[in-house]
């Protein structure tokens, strides 16, 4: 199995900017792509972003595109979403998940058979 621990979210206000890393073990990191997720209060989790094996191909909600960039550190076994410009409605819980379908970047979150627990972040306005 693999164990996924998001950290770096918090309180901020709309404008301002938050990087979130998910530390991935228990698997070869690489072999698996990665996704971020959020969920707000009473709303489905929504698919951000998704990022290959390799690092170099990404996938972006229409919300988040131009705003979040997600990343990846092989050697590390972490990923990263920087997020830019955030708004009142960015602030939900955010997750980091894997899926062995390293080669691709999809937002179903049936690929995706690995979750953190997720971390909270607020955007004031």
């Known amino acids: 199995q693999m164990q996924l621990v998001e950290s770096g979210g918090g309180l901020v206000q709309a404008g301002g900017s938050l990087t979130l890393s998910c530390a991935a073990s228990?698997?070869?990191?690489?072999?698996?792509?990665m996704g971020w997720f959020r969920q707000a209060p009473g709303k489905e989790r929504e698919f951000e972003a998704a990022?290959?094996?390799?690092?170099?191909?990404?996938n972006y909600a229409d919300s988040v595109k131009g705003r979040f960039t997600i990343s990846r550190v092989n050697a590390k076994n972490t990923v990263y979403l920087q997020m830019n410009s955030l708004k009142p409605e960015d602030t939900a819980v955010y997750y980091c998940?894997?899926?062995?379908?390293?080669?691709?970047?999809?937002?179903?979150?049936?690929?995706?058979?690995?979750w953190g627990q997720g971390t909270q972040v607020t955007v004031s306005s």
């Open positions: 990022i290959n094996w390799a690092g170099d191909s990404t």
């Open positions: 998940a894997a899926s062995s379908s390293s080669r691709y970047t999809s937002g179903r979150v049936p690929v995706y058979g690995y």
């Open positions: 228990g698997r070869t990191f690489s072999s698996y792509a």
